[in-house]
């Protein structure tokens, strides 16, 4: 079982940045594909970023050259760096865990995020 924990959201201002950071328990973080996913108000839950276990990033086209995620095998976290935050960018966000090897997902409790003038 893994268990994913978020922070980092917050209100910023258009043009902003934000990092969220989240930390997972459990073991076989290593050889898992982690990443973000967001869900603004009345919209389903959409892909920001995935990475993958050998480091393959995978962005949401709105959100290329702006937003750069990472993984840090050692911490077991996944972080999600947002620069020139823009109005269509808030919402909830999720940090994601998918293990190929089972085929178990997993996701956070979510950090919301707010982009005011």
């Known amino acids: 079982q893994v268990q994913l924990v978020e922070s980092g959201g917050g209100s910023v201002q258009a043009g902003g940045s934000l990092r969220l950071s989240c930390v997972a328990s459990?073991?076989?973080?290593?050889?898992?594909?982690v990443g973000w996913y967001r869900r603004a108000r009345g919209q389903q839950r959409e892909l920001v970023a995935t990475?993958?276990?050998?480091?393959?990033?995978n962005y949401a086209t709105s959100v290329k050259g702006r937003f750069v995620i990472s993984r840090d095998n050692d911490k077991n976290t996944v972080d999600l760096q947002m620069n020139n935050l823009q109005f269509e960018d808030a919402g909830v966000y999720y940090c994601?865990?998918?293990?190929?090897?089972?085929?178990?997902?997993?996701w956070g409790q979510g950090t919301q995020v707010t982009v005011s003038s």
């Open positions: 990475m993958t276990a050998g480091d393959i990033r």
């Open positions: 459990g073991n076989k973080f290593d050889i898992s594909t």
């Open positions: 994601y865990l998918y293990q190929r090897f089972s085929d178990d997902t997993y």
